[in-house]
């Protein structure tokens, strides 16, 4: 009976202790109120061996502060990116593409980390050298089109600093480094990261004025 009596009270100790550091009994999750219009953003995209731009717009549908040892802020957002980007002796390129994103704010400072997963729609929509000719029954030549369509996943990690905080600018500046895991033709047949750096603006800095 007093060694079982013992090893509930080793148990019970080690357990505090467990809570004690990792703040597990002091975990507070409040719900915040998110924003009502989205932000905008407009970024560098490529590689070593690709270049271009992205245009997107975020829009918040939860925000949440989650307390125990220090404080963290919680936004998650559906994205939607437009994509221009050029690999040399290849194509010109669009993208569009879908995510959903996670953004974690730490204490009350500017710093944040991103985390994004999603699916897109590419397309290739001119070859820039050598061009290849397509020639008809007639004898007449055209430039054939780059017929490289198809459905692709994304995954991006980020870190960013938000101005707004301390210096009261609603700008912030970010960069990420994701894959892209379809190879198809030469278009995408490219294992390296694609990185992104930008800023983003939210529109409802212009509400509140």
């Given amino acids: 009976m007093k060694t079982n009596n013992m090893k509930s009270t080793i148990l019970a100790i080690l357990f505090a202790l467990f809570c004690s550091l990792t703040g597990y009994s002091q975990r507070k999750v409040e719900i915040l109120e998110t924003q009502k219009l989205p932000n905008i953003k407009l970024?560098?995209?490529g590689n070593s061996?690709?270049?271009?731009?992205m245009l997107g717009g975020e829009y918040m549908f939860r925000r949440k502060a989650v307390k125990n040892n220090f404080l963290r802020t919680k936004e998650h957002f559906v994205t939607l990116n437009a994509v221009y980007f050029?690999?040399?002796n290849l194509n010109e390129n669009i993208m569009l593409n879908?995510?959903?994103?996670k953004r974690t704010r730490y204490k009350d400072g500017g710093i944040f980390t991103e985390f994004a997963i999603g699916i897109g729609y590419a397309k290739g929509i001119s070859n820039i050298s050598p061009p290849t000719y397509v020639r008809d029954a007639n004898g007449n030549e055209t430039v054939k089109k780059p017929d490289n369509t198809y459905i692709l996943p994304t995954i991006n990690l980020g870190v960013g600093y938000d101005?707004?905080?301390k210096q009261e600018?609603?700008?912030k500046?970010?960069?990420r480094v994701g894959i892209y895991p379809i190879l198809y033709h030469a278009f995408l047949y490219d294992e390296r990261p694609k990185f992104e750096i930008g800023v983003n603006t939210s529109l409802e800095i212009f509400k509140r004025k």
């Fill in 169 to 171: 600018l609603p700008i």
């Fill in 98 to 101: 879908a995510e959903w994103l």
């Fill in 163 to 165: 101005f707004m905080p």
């Fill in 86 to 88: 050029k690999t040399p």
């Fill in 173 to 175: 500046i970010f960069g």
């Fill in 43 to 45: 970024s560098y995209f």
């Fill in 49 to 53: 061996v690709s270049s271009g731009g």
